[in-house]
Every structure is written in C-alpha cells, then in structure tokens.
C-alpha cells in the first residue's frame, strides 16, 4: 500500500514563529516530492517542490528531504495569518504513476 | 494564460442520478488528472488521461469514468450516484507526464447527493 502520512493538526503556532509540517512516505522508491496549499473552500496550490535529499529554499519556505528516512517536511519561517491554510504533501513513486496525496496538516497562525 | 476552467462549479443530484463534469486544461497540457476530495479520505486519486489515452486508474467502482478530447478536454461521469459520491472533484493539468510534473489544480466541481 503506497501511503503518504501527514499530522492532520490543527497546528497552532503564534505570528512570527516557525511553523514546521512534516510528512512520511511508505515507498522507498519515490522520487518526486510536492508541497500544496489549500485554502478553506479552494483548490490545492503548489508551494514547493523537491527531488534530491536536502533542503531547498523559497523565501520564507523551505522544503527538506530525507530520503533514508523517508521524510519530508516544510518550513514556513516567519509565519503569518495568511498562512493559515491546509497544507498537503504529495509524492510521485515513478514518472508514469499519479501524484499520492497525504490527508493534510491543518495549520492555524495565531496573531 | 487562463487556469484550468471547471464546470459546474456547484451541483445537487439525487441518488440514482448521473453527472458529467467538464475540465479544460490549461493551454497547451496535455495531461489531465482527477481528484476526489472529501473530508475523511483526503484527495484520491480517479483517473489519468494523457493524449485521450487513460494512463492511470485508482480504485474507484466502474460507475466513475471518464475520457479526453483530441483538444485534451476531460470529462467524467459518475452513474448511479450514491449519497457517498458528495464530495469536491479536482480537476490538474500538466505538461506531461514525468517525475518532476507540476499539477495544476482547477477549481474543484462540488457535488453534492441527496
């Protein structure tokens, strides 16, 4: 069973914290990772994406990887309101395979 | 560029009913995927179509189906709705198939059964 974990929260942190989201893949062979948005009542919207094992950054995101662990996480530094969103990890096992989608990690900044 | 357009946006059926919904994909993609979302399950996977050709299926019974046009258009259709089929159906484009393939998400069809 090819399985994507993520914490479904709600994960609270206050405005200007760091707020860490981390997810758990199954398949040791995937290869592609993704990180999407989802606003309440809104389609997902990619945030990140991910292929080698390290870090990447994109202003205040910052997507790692560890693929021993099988684990991927994202950062969003100095969080704000606005980030308050549903966030969702997605894996892609093969090029020819869809896209596997966690449940999503619900993530609440306080102000 | 214009997104991928989803129609309808809002439907009610009553169980026994049928539904198409329609995906236009962004402009020059030729792969579309569709999505259901509910709050429980989370997004599962339906189908692929690349080039009018189903690449992928998930694990959804037969009354879930679908096609693509030659100008990569999707549609699916779900048959003998059941109160369980409520739910918000994405629609994602993408260039192509392949590893480092970005889906775009349209706006979801809600449809919801009574």
């Known amino acids: 069973q090819k399985e994507v974990e993520q914490n479904s929260g709600p994960l609270s942190v206050p405005e200007g914290a760091i707020a860490s989201l981390n997810c758990t893949y199954s398949d040791r062979g995937s290869q592609s990772f993704f990180w999407y948005r989802q606003y309440s009542g809104k389609s997902p919207e990619l945030i990140m994406s991910i292929y080698s094992n390290g870090d990447k950054e994109d202003g205040r995101f910052t997507a790692q990887l560890n693929k021993a662990s099988q684990y991927v996480s994202l950062l969003i530094r100095d969080s704000q309101p606005s980030d308050s969103a549903t966030y969702l990890c997605a894996v892609n096992i093969r090029g020819n395979t869809p896209l596997v989608f966690g449940k999503g990690t619900r993530l609440s900044v306080i102000a | 560029k214009a997104g991928v357009t989803q129609t309808p946006r809002y439907l009610i059926k009553t169980r026994g009913q049928q539904v198409t919904l329609s995906c236009s994909p962004i402009s020059g993609h030729r792969s579309v995927s569709w999505y259901q979302q509910t709050p429980g399950q989370g997004l599962q996977f339906l189908f692929e179509?690349?080039?009018?050709?189903?690449?992928n299926k998930g694990n959804f019974p037969g009354r879930f189906s679908g096609r693509q046009f030659s100008n990569s258009r999707s549609e699916m259709n779900v048959s003998t709705l059941e109160l369980g089929d409520s739910a918000l159906y994405l629609c994602a484009s993408s260039l192509e198939q392949g590893l480092t393939n970005v889906l775009t998400f349209g706006a979801g069809s809600r449809l919801t059964v009574l």
């Open positions: 179509y690349f080039s009018e050709t189903q690449r």
